[in-house]
């Protein structure tokens, strides 16, 4: 079992910056990748980013690309998620959560396809 805890999440200005951390705990051997997910207000949770166990995958979304880092340190067994140039519509709780299978296809992957999700926290981006 794997637990997963969100920090970071707070009040910006549009353009501005926010890091986010999803901290593990557990089993955490068992992990292949951490992925980041949001879900707005009356929305679906929707895929951000992942990185793989060793950092040598990264995966984004096309509404993130160029503004958002998705980083790790194993050593604090923790993930990072570096938001740059945030927009209103970046609003959301962000949540993280573990994959065990390899995914061969990161362009299909839904929230089904994770587990050990954290509670989330809020970001919103004021214009």
């Known amino acids: 079992q794997v637990r997963m805890v969100e920090s970071g999440g707070g009040l910006v200005q549009a353009g501005g910056s926010l890091r986010l951390s999803c901290t593990a705990s557990?089993?955490?051997?068992?992990?292949?990748?951490t992925g980041w997910f949001r879900q707005a207000p009356g929305k679906e949770r929707e895929f951000v980013t992942a990185i793989t166990w060793n950092g040598d995958r990264t995966y984004y979304a096309d509404s993130v690309k160029g503004r958002f880092t998705v980083s790790r340190d194993n050593a604090k067994n923790t993930v990072y998620l570096q938001m740059t140039s945030l927009k209103p519509e970046d609003t959301a709780v962000y949540y993280c959560?573990?994959?065990?299978?390899?995914?061969?296809?990161?362009?299909?992957?839904?929230?089904?396809?994770?587990?050990?999700w954290g509670q989330g926290t809020q970001v919103t981006v004021s214009s």
């Open positions: 557990g089993r955490t051997v068992l992990m292949y990748a």
């Open positions: 959560a573990t994959r065990i299978q390899y995914i061969s296809n990161w362009s299909t992957v839904t929230p089904s396809d994770f587990g050990s």
